[in-house]
């Protein structure tokens, strides 16, 4: 048989005593508590302050061996797993208007059919599926728009491959401009100037004329 030695003798005889009071404080068997297990009584002086107190000596306890010692790996073996087993990428995902309106009647129909046109919540949910309806109705017409489908193909973009590098971007960009109006006036140019004075000119005069035809057609 072969013998420990005096380090490896107080190890052992430490766990086992850590197990043990362990054991005693928490009984998985008949649920007893710290303060059942004899140790500890919530009466006399101290009461729950010493429970509180013994819990803390038991996770401060320095003797308290690793039980369960993970791996010990190094920078070189790290990479090595990290090589094969590369992390999975980040899928974004989009969902079409007309199946975000789609998937809210499902349960809206589950849900009316528990119910009786006497419960206040069933003309509730008949209101909630009709407008759900309107709204189904009105983006299945939009998908044969082509103005309304390139924004659906924007939007996706925006949500799936597009987001990243959009991020990307936005924390990349320069400072963001925090000149006020009048400053930016000031800055301008002398072109720059003419032109934002003459396209001034040209709305005014677009809108004069539009408010004299809706005053003539009013007539």
Known sequence: MTSLSDDEFYSSRRQHEFEDRMDRAFDPQTCHSLSDSGEISWGGDGGKDAILAAIDALANDEDIPDLHPGPRFTDEELEAIRADHPATPIVHGY???YDRQFKKRAPLEQELATLTP???????????????????KIELERSTDDTYRKRERIDEYKLTIGKDERNASRRDRPEANVM????????ETPDEKVKRLRERKKETQALRRAKKKAAEDAK
Request: glycine share 0%.
């Open 118 to 136: 006497e419960e206040p919540r069933y003309h509730e949910v008949m209101a909630e599926l009709a407008e759900v309806n309107r709204r189904i």
């Open 95 to 97: 969902t079409p208007r």
């Open 180 to 187: 006020t109006p009048k400053e930016v006036m000031a800055a």
